[in-house]
């Protein structure tokens, strides 16, 4: 198991042949990220992949490859299941600025998106590998895309039970236009 401690990594550490580092992060590591930071979208997860870190003068090339399983809810029905999740990652570390807050102002480009900044002479690899979970994470996760939801009416999970909501009552704002007569 990849602790906190084996993802601090002190730049001096690393060979000019570069440093791989096996991940390994299993529930602890995702309890332990969902304690700090209760807003999580996803219960627990297990993680495996490498990071192969690479000195170029002052800049730092981070080249990773994660995958594994994510324990996530449903947007339709919020039931949860476990989806598989991968990603392949560049991102160059280089030294930073002394004032980010300049920085922060200006619009970013293109290229600017895999550039990131570090200081000191620690890399801190958690904070890489929680943005590449971030990532990896649909933006409506779904347990099947013939989901069908809950009831609008009373909450029943349309995928494993039958609704007795009547079919006829809408409750849309609009279902008045339907009666004018123009």
Not at 88 to 107: I, M, N, R, S
Not at 129 to 147: F, H, N, V
């Amino acid at each position: 198991m990849t602790t906190k401690k084996t993802l601090q990594i002190n730049l001096k550490t690393i060979p000019e042949t570069g440093l791989a580092v096996g991940i390994d992060l299993g529930p602890e590591w995702f309890a332990r990220w969902h304690e700090e930071d209760p807003g999580l979208e996803f219960a627990g997860a297990r993680i495996t992949g490498n990071v192969h870190l690479s000195k170029h003068g002052y800049d730092i090339l981070v080249r990773g490859s994660l995958s594994g399983q994510l324990e996530l809810a449903c947007g339709r029905c919020l039931e949860p299941f476990s989806a598989p999740a991968a990603i392949d990652f560049d991102l160059l570390l280089v030294p930073g600025p002394v004032h980010a807050t300049a920085a922060a102002k200006e619009e970013l480009s293109p290229d600017d998106l895999d550039l990131d900044y570090y200081t000191g002479e620690i890399v801190d690899l958690e904070s890489l590998l929680r943005e590449q979970i971030i990532l990896m994470l649909p933006l409506k996760p779904l347990c099947d895309e013939a989901c069908k939801g809950l009831c609008f009416h009373c909450g029943a999970n349309l995928k494993s039970e039958t609704c007795t909501c009547p079919t006829d009552v809408v409750n849309s704002p609009f279902a008045q236009l339907a009666k004018l007569k123009i």
